[in-house]
């Protein structure tokens, strides 16, 4: 093992550490695990800054900013009292109105936006009924994915658009795209399409 795996280790160790511990916040332990890397010279400064310019790394702040700003405005509260309503308390019922909403909604929308959305909405449910939060929270994951099935993630989306230079492409969900194959069924550009379901 080398000296820059053992730090790698080391930090990953401290950072598992304090987030168990939960006294500084999250997002603080990201940037020191970042700083500790770039100190400790496993990264250099310019790979240390370039996740921040990541469209993931920006869309994960941006859902962290639209839940807590439905929060404060009101709507994950009044939304809530809505399907609670509707539901009547029953768990039963909740949960199959929520994942109609997410998932109607994530059919024109990002899956990821459509959690960040829903999730103060659920936990204000859960906390009004004394239902279990987790019981709550996976099935509104399962309609906001099955429901953005169509499109592609940003993620999926960003990776696509890097990976020809590295001689693989991914095509739309569940598909790859080898290069260079010369076989027959191959795609515009010499590729030949791979199933990977």
């Given at each position: 093992?080398?000296?820059?795996?053992?730090?790698?280790?080391?930090?990953?160790?401290?950072?598992?550490?304090?987030?168990?511990?939960?006294?500084?916040?999250?997002?603080?332990?990201a940037i020191l695990v970042v700083v500790a890397l770039m100190l400790s010279r496993v990264l250099t400064p310019q790979e240390s800054l370039a996740g921040f310019g990541n469209p993931v790394v920006i869309l994960i702040a941006a859902i962290f900013?639209?839940?807590?700003?439905?929060?404060?405005?009101?709507?994950?509260?009044?939304?809530?009292?809505?399907?609670?309503k509707?539901?009547?308390?029953?768990?039963?019922?909740?949960?199959?109105?929520?994942?109609?909403?997410?998932?109607?909604?994530?059919?024109?929308?990002?899956?990821?936006?459509?959690?960040?959305?829903?999730?103060p909405v659920v936990l204000a449910i859960?906390?009004?009924?004394g239902?279990?939060?987790?019981?709550?929270?996976?099935?509104?994951?399962?309609?906001a994915l099955t429901?953005?099935?169509?499109?592609?993630?940003?993620?999926?989306?960003?990776?696509?658009h890097e990976l020809p230079q590295a001689g693989a492409a991914l095509g739309r969900r569940g598909t790859a795209i080898l290069r260079p194959a010369r076989q027959a069924g191959q795609l515009p550009g010499g590729g030949v399409a791979v199933d990977c379901q």
């Open positions: 093992m080398t000296d820059q795996m053992l730090i790698v280790f080391s930090v990953l160790a401290g950072a598992v550490g304090l987030f168990a511990w939960g006294r500084p916040r999250a997002d603080i332990v900013i639209v839940g807590e700003a439905l929060v404060n405005t009101g709507v994950a509260h009044r939304l809530g009292e809505a399907v609670l509707a539901g009547g308390g029953n768990e039963t019922r909740l949960i199959v109105l929520i994942m109609l909403l997410a998932g109607g909604i994530g059919a024109f929308m990002s899956s990821s936006a459509i959690v960040a959305m829903f999730i859960a906390n009004k009924t239902l279990n939060r987790k019981r709550m929270l996976m099935p509104l994951s399962i309609a429901s953005g099935m169509a499109r592609p993630d940003l993620g999926v989306d960003h990776r696509r």
